[in-house]
């Protein structure tokens, strides 16, 4: 059997679990996910700056912007910055190409066939993903919705509100519907972090049965690779340093005040019973907090609306190709244009 070289994105609403699947799927023998970095989705929408990448000196100048722009952070990557911007002149002439360059140079260093990447709100850019890697498989990884908001709320790098919080959620659970609605049981695959807790053996072989990938036993004890790709400042990720455990699932109960169990209750009721959450019959939130998270609601669609309106414009005038040539799967569909 062709084992896959598929490229692999977690996705979900953040403080789902999303780091300890990336680390879980950091543990395969044959996958390597990186810590979070930030030149996919400002690389596309940068595309315009780089030029038509079938000029070498328009490849070298998007390397060397990946490797030096204050807010990629290659540097998580640890690897060689002149090399990958060898690498990339040399590669095909594509945006996917030079970026999927990066996430495969990344996994090389551990000996790794196949990479991932995982950022949780990639689920509001699948589309844009596909564009990139037509062959991507998307995992979604979905919370308790009411563990999630109490979570977020909790960040110190998260600075909106317990309104904003709940539309996070919303979004991610209508995001995914859509991607299941649309993408092929190859290519789309869904699971709960209750789930994934409590069996990890279980829900990770029928993970890797997905992805085409043997089980190994090592996926259930992420934390022997936690020091390796979660970087140290990221005291939020303390978490995956320990066994996978139950211990946070239904922690909401004591982190949402009574106010806000009511606010994700009367908003998020049909999304939290469809995916196998129980309501606990919190009195209805109050108009005003309701007519907030519509307020909230109506932004957040008002700025995906103009931010697809001017990508649709924009593909219209693209400089080149942007799907990578890199994978089997890439290169037979270039072969078949």
């Known amino acids: 059997m062709i084992q896959s070289d598929r490229p692999i994105f977690v996705i979900g609403c953040p403080r789902s679990g999303t780091t300890m699947l990336q680390l879980m799927l950091h543990s395969h023998p044959r996958i390597g996910v990186p810590p979070e970095t930030r030149f996919v989705v ?24 990946i490797v030096t722009d204050k807010d990629t952070k290659f540097k998580e990557l640890k690897l060689d910055g002149e090399r990958f911007v060898e690498d990339v002149v040399a590669g095909p002439p594509t945006l996917g190409s030079a970026i999927g360059i990066a996430f495969r140079s990344y996994a090389e260093q551990f000996g790794k066939a196949r990479w991932g990447d995982k950022r949780p709100s990639y689920y509001h850019y699948v589309d844009m993903l596909l564009r990139l890697f037509p062959d991507a498989q998307f995992i979604h990884l979905i919370r308790d919705g009411r563990d999630c908001v109490a979570s977020l709320k909790e960040m110190p790098w998260y600075t909106k509100d317990v309104f904003h919080a709940v539309n996070n959620w919303a979004e991610a659970i209508d995001f995914g519907r859509r991607h299941a609605k649309n993408l092929s049981a190859d290519s789309y695959y869904e699971l709960r972090y209750e789930d994934l807790t409590s069996d990890p053996d279980g829900e990770l072989a029928k993970l890797c049965g997905f992805l085409g990938e043997e089980y190994d036993p ?13 970087p140290q400042n990221r005291v939020w990720h ?30 998020l009721a049909e999304r939290l019973t469809a995916n196998g959450y129980e309501l606990t019959g919190a009195p209805k939130a109050d108009k005003e907090h309701v007519a907030e998270v519509s307020k909230v609601a109506a932004k957040r669609r008002a700025a995906r609306r103009r931010k697809d309106l001017r990508d649709r414009i924009n593909r219209l005038r693209e400089p080149g190709p942007v799907a990578a040539q890199l994978t089997t799967r890439q290169l037979g569909e270039l072969a078949r244009v």
């Open 218 to 230: 090592a996926m259930s004890q992420p934390c022997h690779v936690a020091r390796q790709a979660i």
């Open 238 to 267: 303390l978490n995956t340093h320990g066994d996978v455990t139950t211990a946070r699932t239904g922690s909401w109960k004591s982190r949402l005040e009574p106010w806000e169990v009511s606010v994700c209750e009367t908003v």
């Open 42 to 65: 400002p690389g596309y929408y940068r595309r315009f700056v780089f030029g038509d990448l079938r000029e070498e000196v328009n490849r070298r100048r998007l390397g060397r912007w």
